[in-house]
C-alpha cells in the first residue's frame, strides 16, 4: 500500500538552521529541521536570551561506519546562535577503509551576526573511519568563535589513536561585498591522522602522539572575538620561554613575598596546572584570525584549560550567555 502523504525532499542525514533577529532583538529560529541520523534539538524555553541554542546530536548517540550528515546554517543579519552537543561525537567502527563516515558543516554568517560553536570532542572507536569538514562564510563585520578537537577514543576499553584514519578540516572565508570580487580564503586548518602514514621511527600512531590524549583548534574571528583573541594572544606571549628556572634576581626574589594582583595570581595557578597536567599550547594571528592549538594527556585536562581560558576573559559569556560555554565547564 503506496502512503498518501508526499515523499520527503530532504535526504538522510541533511539538515538546516536559519536564525534571525527577532522584534524583541532575541535570536530566534525561522527554520529548523534534520533527517536521520542527524538530531537538532533546542530547549522551547531557553535559559537566556542572548543567543539561540541548538544542540547537534545523532541517534544512538553516535555515528555508524558510512553514515552522512550535511548540516547548513545561516545566522541572518545581528542574530546570535551557540551549538553545543550533549556528549561526545562519537564514530563507530567502519566495516572497511573504504567506508567513510562524513560530517559536513557549511555556516553562512551575516553582517553583524555571530557564531559560537563549542561542542564536546569527537571520540573516534577503534577501527572508524571518519571526515570531517566545515566551512564558515563570514561578513566583514561577522564573528566566530570555533572549537574543534579529537579524543584518542575509549580509554576504558584501552583504545589510544586505534582508528584507522581521521580527517578534520576547517576552512574560514570573508565574503566580498561586491558581487564581482572573490571570496576570501582566511583560514584553512587541516589535521589527517593515519594509522597508515605515521612516521618510519615511529610505527605506530599512538606513537606518534607522544602521551597526548586529546587535540585540539579554537579559531576566534570578527569584532565580537577580538578581546578574546587578544588575550590569547597576550597570554601565550607571556608563558615561560626558559622553561621553569627564576631569572628574577637575589633582591627581586626578596620582594616575592608580595602578594600578586587578581590577573597574575590566575595566571601563576593556570601555568601550575599546565605544568602539572603536560598541557601545551600556541596561539597566533592568521589573516585576522586567532587560531589556538592545544594538546593534553586527557580530554578532561583540555576541558578545563579550554573553559578556564573562556571564562577567565569572559567574552562568550558576554555576547552568547552561560549556556555556550556548557560542554567545557
Avoid at 47 to 56: D, G, N, Q, R, Y
Avoid at 224 to 252: I, Q
Wanted: hydrophobic share 40%.
Amino acid at each position: 500500500m503506496e502512503s498518501p502523504f508526499p515523499k520527503s525532499s530532504s535526504a538522510d542525514g541533511e539538515g538546516r538552521i536559519v536564525v534571525r533577529l527577532l522584534p524583541q532583538g532575541i535570536s530566534g529560529l525561522e527554520a529548523f529541521a534534520y533527517q536521520y541520523p542527524l538530531k537538532l534539538i533546542t530547549p522551547m524555553r531557553p535559559p537566556e536570551t542572548k543567543s539561540a541554542l541548538v544542540f547537534i546530536l545523532s541517534y544512538g548517540g553516535g555515528l555508524v561506519g558510512g553514515d552522512q550528515v550535511n548540516l547548513s546554517i545561516d545566522v541572518k543579519t545581528g542574530a546570535k546562535l551557540s551549538l553545543a552537543t550533549q556528549g561526545h561525537t562519537k564514530i563507530f567502527k567502519s566495516p572497511s577503509r573504504e567506508v567513510v563516515t562524513r560530517q559536513t558543516l557549511l555556516v553562512s554568517i551575516a553582517p553583524n551576526a555571530a557564531v559560537c560553536l563549542l561542542p564536546d570532542p569527537v571520540q573516534p572507536f577503534e577501527a572508524s573511519v571518519y571526515e570531517q569538514i566545515q566551512i564558515f562564510k563570514l561578513a566583514r563585520s561577522a564573528s566566530l568563535c570555533l572549537l574543534d578537537w579529537v579524543t584518542q577514543g575509549r580509554t576504558a576499553r584501552g583504545e589510544n589513536w586505534s582508528f584507522v584514519k581521521w580527517v578534520g578540516r576547517n576552512e574560514v572565508w570573508t565574503v566580498a561585498d561586491d558581487q564581482a570580487a572573490q571570496d576570501r580564503l582566511l583560514v584553512r586548518d587541516v589535521v589527517i591522522l593515519d594509522s597508515k602514514q605515521a612516521h618510519p621511527q615511529l610505527p605506530t600512531l599512538c606513537d606518534s602522539m607522544h602521551g597526548v590524549g586529546v587535540i585540539g583548534t579554537l579559531v576566534l574571528r570578527g569584532p565580537l572575538m577580538k578581546k578574546l583573541g587578544e588575550f590569547f594572544l597576550a597570554e601565550f606571549a607571556a608563558l615561560p620561554r626558559l622553561g621553569a628556572r627564576d631569572w628574577r634576581s637575589e633582591d627581586m626574589k626578596k620582594g616575592s613575598d608580595i602578594p600578586l594582583p587578581p590577573q597574575e595570581q590566575w595566571r601563576a595557578e593556570r601555568l601550575r596546572m599546565e605544568k602539572e597536567s603536560k598541557l601545551l599550547w600556541s596561539a597566533a594571528n592568521v589573516r585576522g584570525c586567532v587560531v589556538v592549538k592545544f594538546g593534553a594527556p586527557t580530554v578532561e585536562a583540555g576541558r578545563v584549560w579550554v573553559g578556564s581560558m573562556l571564562a577567565q576573559e569572559g567574552s562568550i559569556s558576554q555576547h552568547f550567555g552561560a549556556q555556550a560555554l556548557m560542554c567545557v565547564r
